[in-house]
């Protein structure tokens, strides 16, 4: 896995932008979907002498008030085309997994130790060698031909690097363009999400991209923030259709409030009934939320229920110290490209025996040797929340005194220490797997601490020449004879 997946699987994900929607393509919504016709313009900008004046407010707050940030300012310095798209491309992966504020150590130490695409592909051999060092120069190619480039990455390398006029839409965009717009539908729809990259593409200025971009995101990430904006500093609140109907709905309120019931017309209200942008009819205004009913989410949906058995298959070094085997998950989908213990997902409803039982045939048929399923140790259970996915990790361990050989056509491989085991690309979830196999392991090995394990039993296929508890590879995988 090259490095720069590597720091998008390492690093943590808190509240960092959010994952833009990849891979849409860019004509305009009503087109491709086929039908509804053109949102009502209340929720567009639609008036040129608007959209120069927002331009205007936003790029000259963003020059007086912009934050200084270590991949600004080599954008900013760098002559080389090439080195400068490298360096935003860096900047973009890295947000895009945690806050600015820890993004900037992990980037400047990036940085100096690959200062350039050509020093990353040195480091590994998975990353653009087919570009022969040079950036694709457009969005579209670059979406189209870096590994793992989305539509946001691709608009925000071309944008601040080639000050191609083409807009982006990350977290903090979605938030300040559905404020801006009034658009209570939700957001992360993709009819919703369409018309956002409609509007940031419209608004985009066309002489100075790329601050325009990380303008209107510092915005978001500063002022329109998702909790309490900061509506008074705001450099567009003159645009701003969330702000209007407060006021409206301030006013109506203060004219009941004097007994001048007089129905303050709603102009921030499409008046049209099924309008795709609007809030939906069941979810009204909320005043006591103000702005902040901008933008709205669909209720999260329940997170799936799973199982998967894990299982450390451990050997012993020359100096005794424990190794162990990992793998390589698939280059997509869940954590992908991330190194884990052998690993099988399982049906639900499965008896323990029967789970232990799949993990067995699951090693048996990567390793190609018969394993006994009643040698594998239980450990006990890890949980893990993803965000969508409520993961339930059985695990096992498996010790082995010697290497296996593996099916060289499954997934790569590699026996790593416990040092090495955490410097590499593996997820959260299976350094928890680590720790409670440890935990049990340390249990075990000391006197008195309540192993459920009887102490000093011998596990079955136990070799008689490894002392303790580990196992001979040879003997583990021996088919059992009958008693
Ligand atoms: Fe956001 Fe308030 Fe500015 Fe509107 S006025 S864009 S809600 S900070």
Redesign the pocket.
């Known amino acids: 896995m090259g490095p720069l997946r590597a720091a998008a699987g390492g690093l943590r994900r808190s509240g960092g932008r959010a994952a833009p929607p990849a891979g849409r393509s860019r004509k305009g919504a009503s087109l491709r979907r086929g039908a509804p016709a053109p949102p009502p313009t209340r929720h567009l900008f639609s008036d040129p002498a608007e959209i120069a004046a927002l331009r205007g407010d936003l790029l000259g707050w963003y020059d007086r008030c912009k934050r200084d940030l270590p991949w600004r300012t080599l954008a900013a310095a760098e002559l080389d085309t090439d080195r400068r798209a490298y360096a935003v491309w860096v900047s973009e992966v890295m947000l895009q997994q945690t806050q600015v504020a820890t993004v900037i150590d992990y980037y400047n130490r990036w940085m100096q130790k690959w200062p350039t695409l050509q020093a990353l592909a040195q480091a590994s051999l998975e990353v653009v060698f087919e570009l022969a060092g040079q950036m694709p120069r457009t969005a579209e190619d670059l979406q189209k031909l870096l590994p793992g480039v989305g539509r946001y990455t691709a608009g925000a390398i071309a944008s601040i690097s080639y000050r191609q006029a083409t807009g982006v839409v990350d977290g903090n965009v979605i938030?300040?363009l559905c404020?801006?717009r009034c658009i209570g539908a939700d957001s992360s729809s993709p009819a919703v999400i369409d018309q956002l990259w409609d509007m940031a593409n419209a608004l985009v200025d066309r002489s100075r991209p790329g601050d325009f971009n990380q303008a209107l995101m510092e915005?978001g990430a500063t002022?329109?923030v998702p909790k309490a904006?900061?509506?008074g500093e705001?450099p567009?609140?003159q645009?701003?259709r969330?702000?209007r109907r407060v006021e409206k709905e301030l006013v109506f309120a203060s004219q009941q409030l004097f007994g001048k019931p007089t129905p303050v017309p709603d102009v921030e209200d499409c008046g049209v009934g099924g309008c795709p942008l609007c809030p939906p009819a069941t979810e009204p205004w909320d005043s006591s939320l103000g702005?902040t009913n901008?933008p709205r989410k669909a209720a999260k949906k329940q997170p799936r229920v799973a199982r998967t058995a894990s299982c450390v298959l451990e050997r012993r070094d020359c100096h005794g110290a424990p190794e162990y085997l990992i793998v390589q998950r698939p280059s997509s989908g869940l954590l992908a490209g991330l190194w884990e213990f052998p690993s099988l997902p399982l049906a639900q409803g499965l008896q323990e025996e029967e789970e232990r039982q799949a993990l067995a045939d699951h090693l048996q048929a990567w390793m190609g040797q018969p394993v006994v399923a009643k040698g594998l140790q239980l450990i006990g259970e890890v949980v893990h929340i993803f965000s969508h996915i409520h993961q339930t990790y059985v695990v096992y361990s498996l010790p082995l005194d010697g290497d296996v050989t593996l099916d060289p056509a499954s997934s790569s491989s590699r026996w790593v220490t416990e040092e090495e085991f955490y410097a590499s690309a593996v997820s959260t979830a299976m350094k928890k797997v680590l720790k409670a196999c440890e935990k049990q392991h340390r249990k075990e090995s000391s006197p008195g601490k309540g192993s459920k394990r009887k102490r000093g039993a011998k596990t079955q296929g136990a070799s008689s020449t490894g002392g303790g508890t580990q196992l001979s590879l040879y003997t583990f995988l021996r088919v059992p004879t009958a008693p």
């Open positions: 938030r300040v404020r801006l915005l002022v329109c904006p900061l509506c705001c567009v609140k645009h701003c969330a702000r702005v901008f």
